[in-house]
């Protein structure tokens, strides 16, 4: 008789290798729950969908803060908020700086270079800065630009699209039943909301979350299935990397395996979407996690910094891609 | 470089900050004391209180300037990281 494990990881190929298709949320569920022995196995599975559905490229992405802490949300996990006692101080970064952030991205080889702002929303000021900022890479770096700048306006929307924004981030963080224990400022579905009107803008959607901020294993599912549900072109995933002065700055980090078992459910619930390495993975999976990762599902990744935080070298990271035979996507390929 | 660099006081081990001619009094990380008092109470008591800010800076820029302890302004950029004290001027990675 077939092990519990054997027939979640059948169930897995036959919807996800075979038909692209995402699991349902019993079957990620059953993927989060295997046993360490199946690990290898399920991230093996994830990997070959990658691979058929998305193929072997890899999308190299900087990201830099153009408005540093000071926000006025709750994120329980984030150094950036104004309401905590993180020593995170807000500050701008001026043009000259964010077009060497730039130049600094594309020398890597990165074609995505993500525009980031720690506010509930963009105001005037913000959007002026973003404004100026985007002539001014465009003036001088070959590279797609993407913006995180919180909740928009429909009016934002335009004008993001407007100006050729081409990805936008925002993410949902975490399950919908578990978001009001992580956020009280703001509701999951007012995320969806400015989610759903960049989808109808023809941008592309960027949407992932953080894990371990507490979520059980069935929210992680859930979380997973909404995700596929929106249908996002990109899902940054990061791992809590618990920061001073936060509400959640002494929660445990994301045991390894469970962080490649999510690596491994995520792709399989969502088969054909762009899946990347985003904070915390360094702290959580260090070296050898990163290259399972890559070889489970994983087929992007954040070079370099973090918006607070610290990466490990961009050398590192395109050395491991070259010795997995992992070519970087091409900017000419995705324009 | 997204390591901190040499110009980063958090790294060195307190006490040489502490001997330094400028005195480098507290921890860039959570900005704790580093002075000699608590230093010869950690030695006795064999725990460093501030082990865990030092191995945790290999991933994070310096928050509070070692020789006054205000927060600084930190930017982080995708190779490196520039931080200012209104008192002490700027450093950088
Ligand atoms: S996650 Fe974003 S919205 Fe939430 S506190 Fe941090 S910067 Fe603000
Ligand atoms: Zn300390
Ligand atoms: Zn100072």
Known sequence: ?335 | MTGPGSRDLGRLHPLEGAQASKIAAFCDRCGGDLTAADLTAADLTGADPHSACRSARALEPPRFCPYCRRRMKVQVLPAGWRAVCTEHGERSS
């Open chain 1, 1 to 335: 008789m077939p092990s519990l494990s054997d027939s979640a990881l059948a169930t897995a190929a036959a919807r996800a290798l075979e038909t692209g298709t995402g699991l349902a949320e019993p079957d990620v569920l059953a993927v989060l729950r295997l046993p360490d022995e199946e690990l290898p196995a399920a991230l093996e599975l994830a990997h070959q969908v990658r691979m058929r559905w998305c193929g072997p490229e890899v999308e190299v992405e900087g990201i830099v803060s153009v408005k540093t802490g000071g926000c006025p949300e709750d994120c329980h996990f984030c150094s950036q908020s104004g309401l905590f006692t993180s020593p995170v101080r807000a500050v701008w970064l001026d043009i000259p700086a964010l077009v060497e952030a730039a130049r600094q991205t594309a020398a890597t080889g990165a074609t995505e270079f993500c525009i980031v702002a720690a506010v509930r929303g963009p105001d005037a000021r913000l959007m002026a800065q973003l404004r100026d900022g985007v002539a001014a890479i465009r003036a001088e770096v070959d590279i797609n630009i993407a913006a995180s700048l919180g909740m928009l306006t429909r009016a934002q929307v335009d004008e993001l699209v407007a100006l050729g924004i081409h990805r936008y981030n925002h993410n949902l963080e975490t399950a919908r039943s578990f978001f009001p224990q992580v956020v009280t400022t703001h509701t999951w579905d007012e995320r969806f909301d400015t989610l759903r009107m960049v989808r109808d803008s023809g941008m592309e959607v960027c949407c992932g979350g953080i894990l371990g901020l507490g979520e059980s294993l069935e929210q992680r599912a859930e979380f997973a299935v909404q995700l596929a549900a929106l249908a996002p072109d990109e899902v940054p995933l990061n791992f809590l990397n618990p920061r001073p002065g936060t509400p959640l700055g002494e929660a445990a980090l994301v045991d390894p395996r469970d962080a490649l078992r999510a690596i491994a459910a995520f792709r399989l619930a969502l088969p054909r979407t762009i899946l990347r390495y985003a904070g915390g993975r360094e702290i959580t999976l260090g070296d050898l996690g990163t290259r399972d990762g890559l070889l489970g599902g994983i087929n992007a990744v954040i070079v370099g910094n973090y918006l607070t935080t610290l990466g490990r070298s961009p050398a590192d990271d395109l050395a491991l891609l070259d010795d997995l035979k992992m070519p970087v996507k091409a900017l000419s390929a995705t324009l």
